[in-house]
């Protein structure tokens, strides 16, 4: 981590200040900042890594809320106006549909991403074996055989 980030985790004033103020306004806030000048150190997580494992961690939730909403619709579904209630459900059949399709978009631009930080990640590998190979273990040039 950065150390010359005013707010890391670790113990410093601001970190310990911000924690006895959470505890006061709500404790939980205080527990958080707590877990973070405790563990804050293993979160080493770019935006991206955020929101890919808080979609693994959350997917199912959204996707059993769909599904709730869905359920109450389908209870509530009559009007009285058979017209109405034909077209409702075949729009929402057809948003359905979009949601699927993009829902399958966000995952393959997903497996994209990876697969190009994969790819980068085996360049960087790859270079880094080059010149360690090039140069030495005391980085002196390597002996010719």
């Given at each position: 981590?950065?150390?010359?980030?005013?707010?890391?985790?670790?113990?410093?004033?601001?970190?310990?200040?911000?924690?006895?103020?959470?505890?006061?306004?709500?404790?939980?806030?205080?527990?958080?900042?707590?877990?973070?000048?405790?563990?804050?150190?293993?979160?080493?997580?770019?935006?991206?890594?955020?929101?890919?494992?808080?979609?693994?961690?959350?997917?199912?939730?959204?996707?059993?809320?769909?599904?709730?909403?869905?359920?109450?619709?389908?209870?509530?579904?009559?009007?009285?106006?058979?017209?109405?209630?034909?077209?409702?459900?075949?729009?929402?059949?057809?948003?359905?549909?979009?949601?699927?399709?993009?829902?399958?978009?966000?995952?393959?631009?997903?497996?994209?991403?990876?697969?190009?930080?994969?790819?980068?990640?085996?360049?960087e590998f790859d270079r880094f074996m080059r010149e360690r190979n090039n140069t030495g273990f005391g980085g002196t040039p390597a002996p010719e055989a």
């Amino acid at each position: 981590m950065n150390e010359t980030a005013l707010l890391r985790p670790a113990w410093t004033p601001l970190t310990i200040a911000l924690m006895v103020v959470g505890f006061i306004v709500f404790w939980p806030l205080g527990l958080v900042m707590l877990a973070y000048i405790i563990w804050g150190d293993r979160l080493n997580m770019n935006r991206s890594e955020w929101k890919r494992s808080a979609g693994r961690a959350f997917g199912s939730c959204r996707r059993s809320m769909k599904d709730s909403m869905r359920q109450a619709d389908d209870r509530m579904s009559s009007t009285g106006n058979a017209a109405f209630d034909e077209w409702r459900r075949s729009e929402m059949q057809r948003i359905d549909e979009e949601r699927r399709k993009l829902d399958e978009m966000r995952a393959e631009f997903d497996r994209y991403t990876d697969e190009l930080r994969k790819a980068r990640d085996r360049e960087e590998f790859d270079r880094f074996m080059r010149e360690r190979n090039n140069t030495g273990f005391g980085g002196t040039p390597a002996p010719e055989a």
